[in-house]
């Protein structure tokens, strides 16, 4: 921890240092310390509710699958044929009988073991597992054996969406967006875990969708939660005043969200370079086409919240290669909850980091 990330003795903490969002060797120590050894959201049980049904995602820098085996049960796997390294599976989702590469048409069983190498005997392979858990439907990965379990690491989160989102566990994907960001993945979810420029930046968010007055952001190790009320009338659609607002964060990168009227929706961060992160925006409704009014939640969160910010991340990377920068003090409150006055989260997540990397 540098002299400016300290801050002075009874005085504010400070943010990280420019060189914890431009260093290329401090991205290639997170892939491996946090990206390698958390957990991370790719998808929801929805998806694949046939045997043989896959989905592809991806964690930090590694492809991974979920597929639908023949008994009805789940597998995860790295998405990697063991033959010269060609991904698996290859699109976002898709159904066969069994895995065949499309490189040198090698042929897996649903569960990962080789069946056929083109007539060759080329002894037992198998794809490598990957640990796989569910919460209330949706699908969470770690590629660490040995790490605590995602329950263990955010108690009580089906128990969470179960009370927002009772049919949690029905839903499947309706919609999907992605944007590329030009902006480290710390900067990226720092915003999103901060109200703090929510005033000054989501206009609509804050006087059509939630009551500011209302919003609270309190961090629980691993886990943030985003909770607030609507206002009298809210700015979606299928909702009613009154009915709350929350979201369910996970370190590093993935966050499950509930916007009043039970509009479940979900946030992936991935990281693609030191500068690059691709942002994966998907709504899980009970059908696989969206109504004409959860299109028009869908364009009013796209169009205000989430693309307000995509100039300010931008503009806040290339702020952090500046040599004119130095961190300013982080605004927190006396009890750590964090209000849109407030910027408590963001020194919650830098601390995570630092545990994570050692330093």
């Avoid at 007539?119 to 990965?141: I, K, T, Y």
């Avoid at 790490?147 to 999907?176: H, K, Q």
């Avoid at 991340?313 to 409150?333: A, C, F, K, N, W």
């Amino acid at each position: 921890m540098t002299e400016h990330e300290q801050g002075e003795p009874g005085g504010h903490r400070r943010g990280l240092d420019g060189g914890w969002y431009t260093d290329p060797a401090t991205f290639a120590v997170e892939l491996d310390r946090i990206f390698a050894r958390t957990w991370h959201l790719v998808g929801h049980a929805g998806q694949v509710p046939e045997p043989g049904d896959w989905i592809t995602a991806t964690v930090g820098d590694q492809g991974v699958a979920v597929v639908r085996q023949a008994d009805g049960s789940l597998r995860a796997l790295y998405n990697v044929c063991q033959h010269r390294g060609h991904e698996l599976l290859v699109g976002d989702a898709g159904s066969s009988s069994s895995l065949t590469c499309p490189y040198h048409a090698w042929n897996y069983d649903l569960d990962g073991r080789l069946l056929h190498a083109r007539g060759e005997p080329v002894g037992d392979l198998c794809v490598p597992s990957v640990r796989l858990e569910q919460a209330a439907g949706f699908l969470w990965v770690n590629l660490d054996d040995d790490a605590p379990t995602l329950d263990e690491v955010v108690p009580g989160l089906e128990d969470r969406l179960l009370a927002i989102a009772p049919t949690a566990p029905e839903r499947t994907l309706t919609f999907r967006r992605t944007h590329l960001f030009e902006a480290n993945w710390k900067i990226a979810v720092e915003n999103y875990n901060e109200c703090y420029h929510c005033p000054n930046v989501h206009k609509a968010f804050t006087k059509g969708v939630v009551s500011p007055g209302s919003y609270r952001i309190s961090c629980h190790g691993g886990a943030i939660r985003h909770e607030a009320e609507a206002p009298a009338t809210t700015g979606y659609a299928l909702a009613s005043g009154g009915q709350p607002y929350e979201s369910n964060f996970v370190f590093p990168v993935s966050s499950i969200q509930c916007y009043p009227g039970e509009v479940l929706n979900t946030f992936r961060w991935v990281p693609l370079a030191v500068d690059r992160t691709l942002l994966v925006r998907e709504w899980w409704f009970d059908a696989a086409e969206p109504t004409p009014e959860q299109s028009e939640v869908i364009e009013l969160d796209w169009a205000t919240t989430v693309a307000e910010d995509f100039t300010i991340m931008d503009s806040v990377q290339r702020g952090m290669r500046s040599r004119g920068y130095t961190p300013g003090p982080l605004i927190e409150r006396p009890d750590g909850v964090a209000t849109v006055h407030s910027e408590d989260t963001v020194a919650h997540l830098q601390d995570l980091v630092r545990a994570a990397v050692g330093r």
